[in-house]
Structure formats: C-alpha cells, structure tokens
C-alpha cells in the first residue's frame, strides 16, 4: 500500500506540471496582454496614454520579459502562495480568489455527497424493483436528466422560483455576508442557499450513478451465490446488504475521477446563471479581459481539484480491492 | 421356398429400420433458411438487426434524421428570413393555432395582434383581434415580407413549408425577441449550425483519436506511455474552464466562419483523448489475436493490418461512442455561446438564441425565449437513446 501511495504521488508531480505548462500556454495565447487592452480602452475614452507610465507597468510585472522566463517565475510563485497581480482588480489574485476557492470546494463537496447519498437510495430500490412502475419513473427521469444541460436546468429553476413563489433563488449567501470575514451566521446562509446549485450541479451526475449502480447491482443479483443464499432462506434484506451491494458500490469511488471534472464544469456555468460567488463569473470575466494571472489561477486552481479529487479517488479504490494495491501501478 | 419366405417377412415389419430416402451425412447440422441467412450475414448486417429490435433507439434515430432534414432545408422550414425584422412586432408572445372561428371550422389559422405601448410599465403589450382571422398557408411562395431568402447562400427563393397570411397577417410560433425576428424561424435556421458543429467536432475528434490512439496501441513502448500520459493530463481538465479559456483566446478579429472552426476545433480538442484511449485498448487486445498474427505472418504491411483487419474489427465501437460525443459537443458549443464566448452573431445557433435569455429579468417577462432549450434537449435526448442502442449493437456475437 505504502509503495502504490509513493508511486501515485510521485506520478502527479508531472501532471501537475503538465497541467501548468498548459494553463500557462492557454492564458498567453490571445494577442497582446491586458495593458494593451488597457491602452486601448484609455485612447478610445480620450485620455492620454503616458507610454512610459504603460513601458513601467509592464516591467514591473515581468511582461515584457520571454514567456518561458515569466513561466518560470509564475511557476515558483505558485510553490509560495503568490498567484500573480490582478490587473483588472488591482490586487492580489490570492486575496481575490481565497474565498471563491473555499466555497467552490464547499459546492463540489456537497454535490459529490448530493450525488452518493441519491444515486444510493434511488438506486438500490429501483434495481431491486426492475421494471416496475418506479423503475420506469426513474430511468425516463434520470434520461430526461442526462440530457438537460445544467445551466438550462438553472434558467427553468429560477424562471419557476419566480412565477410560481415570486422567489430570487440566485447567490451563494445573503447579501449581507458578501465580503465579510467567515462566522457561523455567514456560514449557515451558504447552507441555506448551497441546496439549489448543489441539485442543478448534481442531477446529471446523480442520473448516470444511479443507471451504473442499477446495472452493476441487477448483474449481482443474478448471480448463484444470491440465489444460493435466498434458497437457503436468509432474509431478502441480509441477501442484498451482506455481498451484492457491496460489490456495486464499486463505481461510488472509482467514478469520482470522471464525475469530479463534470462536477466542476458544471459549477463553472451554473454560476454565472445562478450568480454564485464561486469562480464562474470571475473566471468569465477575467478570459474576457485578459486579466491572465486571475483567468490562470482560476483554471489551475480546478484543476488541481481534479487532480487530486482523482488521486483520492484512487486511493480509495485501493483500499477496497487488493488487486488494484499489489499490482501497484494502472489503475483503470 | 424362398420366395415364400420372402412374401411372410414383408408383411412383418423389417429387423432392420431402412429409410429408402437418399441418405444426407449433413442432415443433423444443416440449417433452416433463417439459421442459414443469420449465420451467413455480415458483421454490419447482424448489428443492423440487432439495432431494429431496439425500438427507441430506432425511433430517436428517424426523428434525428428529420432533425438534419429540417437543418438541410432551414429556409423551406422556416416561415421567415433569418435576420428578418418585425419592428411592429417586438416581444410578442407565442401566437396560438386556431381551427374553429365562431363555431365554423375554417382551418389552421391566427389571430392577428393588436400591439399598443404600454407606457406606465414601459412595454408593448400584444392582444389577439378575435374579429381578424389570418389563415396560414401551405406550401406557398412569398407574399409577405420576411419571405425571400438566399438558400444556402447560393440562389434565392420564396417557397416555404407554411407562410402567413399575407401582408398583415403574421405566424410567430414562439412569439418574437426585442428586435421583433420570429424566435422559431431563428430557432430552425440556428439547428443548421448547432447540429453540424457536432458532426464536424467529431469527425475531427475521430481522426486525432483514431490517429493517435492507433499509434500508442499498435507501438507500444515508451510512444504509448508518452500518450498515455499526455491524455491523463488533458482529461485531469475541467471541461467547461477549459473549453471558455481556448475560446476568450479566439482573436475577435476573426470572421464568423473562422470562429465557427474555431471553436469545433477547440470543443474537439478536449475529446479525443476518450476515444484515443477507447481505440488504443482495443487495439492492444486485438493485436495479439490470432487472425492479427497469421496476417502479420503472411506478410502484411502494419498499414494493411490496421486498416483490412484491425479497425473494422472495433469501427461499430467507435460509432457507437461517436454518437454519445456528439450530443456533448453540442451542449459545450451551446455553453460556450450562451456565455457569449463562443459564436457570435451573425452566426445563429441554439446557444447564440439563449444568451437573449440569459438574464432573468428578461425570462420573467418573456418566458418564450426559453425556447431553444427545447430543440437542444431533444436532440441530446436522442443521441443518448441512439447511442445506446448503437452501444448494445456494436457488439451483435454476444
């Protein structure tokens, strides 16, 4: 086990660096940088650009050295909790994304619980009912779900929150809690409102588990060993508990690598829609802009989320099944 | 004697049973024709009937072809231009279809619209004239204005599918935006690049993956671990975040039709290394079976082996994964507009039609610009059901 945690560890150092290489090179590909964008949004308002006020700026903050060197000092920054200047914002992209991140991981978090907790009630009692009235329900719900985009499923919501209760159900917390520091009052208003994003982030996710854990668990039951076991008349409960769903679970853990990025992807657009304070409109904004190290610390900071959501996930698996441990290197 | 043995024995029935019939040595194996046309029947035959029994899937395929008709023929469908303005007609609500007028039946017909401004709320309001029966024509050519367009840019034309009534007359489906154009005249020229930016994205998905997932599996060594890892790196990216960062980096200067490749090739980038991955796995299995061997060993060049044996051995798999991708790029191509990242106007899709609804204040008042998600469901619906009867077909032995 120590070996295989050595071995996954040591391989996510290159991802990572890979990811940040990518990310680098994303956020330098439009033409010109946010200072030119700058100059041009000062000339067409009519003020005088200063060039040699704009030359300063851009030596300040390393632009006009070559892109491998800001790389490079991008890339240690990171290592030291120093993600780059704002321009847009002029602070610390830090100090502007700290918050955002924490509550980004809050609604991931509760989605992928969301996620568990539905697909495992709906689920099993839909495999152990198949083809009955609610298994019928459940696999046109769970289509209708896989389908529909979340971020149409966030326009629906709020469109029916306000024909039906006269409802905003927009933002992440109250108003009133916007840039103060953290307190439980402040803590329990996200709770209060992390259930809408969390079901429209979640019903996609939720659909695909329940159809996997159907179909792993339906497969299960066929098998001897259960009939075997209800032959002998154990009871229908002690027959399903003790090995089928067991065996099911699998996907709970192993799919969390696919279900993660989706899950993020989703928060990303459903924010902008439902106007969370997570990353979605900031990110949107700062690609619009060109604010580069904002718009890179947002995508790496995701990604890092992926990255280890999967390294967990992974983790996991090996725990549960020896085969995946003392093989100890691919794991799917 | 003898003879008279002979006549007591035929009225007994004989030691021996001899059938007089011819004898046939292959009679216990030999096949009824419908065995012999299922054995006998090619790969692609058999997984054409296995799809058959899947009624869904088949249903979602028909109604996927009327879709690509509708986006081949968008002007016909459609009852006005695409740019068409309306300036008297702005924000109308859908227009309801009538059969009866009075009690008489005189056909599908509308009532025309009274419009007026409300000033104290500072919009139009639109009431049906129950005194004004506009009927809807079909098949009919031009009339009113609104009727001409360019068909695929190439010759002009007036005939459409259903027109209204007429100069006055109007048929606004789903009601109209703020610059009064007929959201389901738009919702039906926007499918033509909604639904083709999948099938481009994939096409060129497809041949990354094939291309590059067919060298990792058919080298091995340490290209395939290169690969292998590049693709852990691009599929360790959220999607979305991704997909709006290659986007924003799209140059603004760029004309529409520039951008529109654009963005298929960007929405194409972050899927091929799924099916690279599906094709590389495929291929490391087959390539250790046995007819993979006996063609290496009679000669075969590794193109022939490839292309004669090995990938149409797992082409059914990846058709069947296509049409679960396509539906994917769809909605990130619908993303990417509604965010206002992806394509532009003049460019209509599904997604340039939703950013109008992007803002709830708006939704609340005019609910109907919703519409377009309709389209986009649907059709992601049936890919998925397409798919998956696609999925179970790919493999017709089993």
Known sequence: ?332 | MSDDRNEEDADKPAPHFVSREPFDPDDDVALTPEQEKFYMASQWRLMWWKLRRHRVAVAAGIFLILLYLIAIFAEVVAPYELQHRDTRALFVPPQAIHLFHEGKFIGPFTYRYKSRFDLENAQWVHTPDTTKVDRIRFLCSGGYRGAEYEFWGLFKGNFHLFCPAGKRGTVFLLGTDRLGRDVFSRIVHGSRISLSIGLIGIVLSFVLGIAIGGVAGFYGGWVDNIIQRLIEVLKSFPRLPLWMALSAALPIKWPPIMIYFGITLILAFLDWPGLARAVRSKLLALREEDFAIAANLMGASTKRIIGRHLVPSFASHLIASASLAIPEMILGETALSFLGLGLRPPITSWGVLLNEAQNIQVVALYPWLMAPMIPVILTVLAFNFLGDGLRDAADPYT
């Open chain 1, 1 to 332: 086990m120590f070996r295989y945690i050595a071995h996954r560890l040591l391989v996510m150092i290159p991802t990572l660096l890979a990811v940040s290489a990518i990310v680098f090179i994303i956020i330098q590909l439009p033409p010109g940088d946010y200072l030119e964008t700058l100059i041009a949004e000062m000339q067409s308002r009519g003020e005088a650009v200063d060039l040699g006020q704009i030359e300063a700026l851009r030596r300040a903050y390393g632009l006009d050295k070559p892109p491998i060197e800001q790389y490079f000092s991008w890339l240690f920054g990171l290592f030291q909790g120093d993600f780059g200047w704002s321009f847009e914002h002029n602070r610390p992209v830090s100090e502007l994304i700290g918050e955002r991140v924490l509550l980004t991981f809050i609604v991931t978090f509760s989605t992928i619980l969301f996620i568990w907790v539905v697909s495992f009630a709906i689920g099993t009692y839909v495999a152990t009912r198949q083809y009955s009235l609610a298994d019928n329900v459940a696999t046109f719900v769970g289509y209708l779900g896989l389908a529909t985009p979340n971020f149409l499923l966030a326009l629906i919501l709020m469109y029916l929150a306000n024909q039906w209760f006269d409802l905003s159900i927009g933002g992440i917390m109250d108003d009133k809690f916007r840039n103060q520091p953290w307190s439980f009052a402040k803590f329990g208003s996200v709770l209060q409102h992390l259930w809408i994003p969390v079901i429209v982030i979640g019903t996609s996710g939720t659909a695909g588990m329940i159809r996997r854990l159907r179909a792993n668990l339906l497969d299960e039951l066929q098998k001897q060993y259960v009939v075997t076991a209800r032959a002998k008349g154990l009871h229908p409960r002690k027959v399903l508990w003790k090995y089928p769903l067991r065996v099911s679970l699998n996907p709970f853990i192993a799919d969390i690598g696919s279900i993660l990025p989706d899950v993020i992807s989703g928060s990303a657009i459903v924010a902008v829609v439902l106007n969370l304070d997570i990353t979605g409109r900031m990110l949107l904004d700062a690609l619009r802009s060109q604010d580069m190290f904002l718009a890179g610390s947002f995508l790496m900071m995701l990604s890092l989320f992926v990255v280890i959501g999967t390294l967990l996930s992974d983790l996991a698996l090996a725990a549960l099944d020896p085969r995946i441990r003392f093989s100890g290197g691919a794991t799917r």
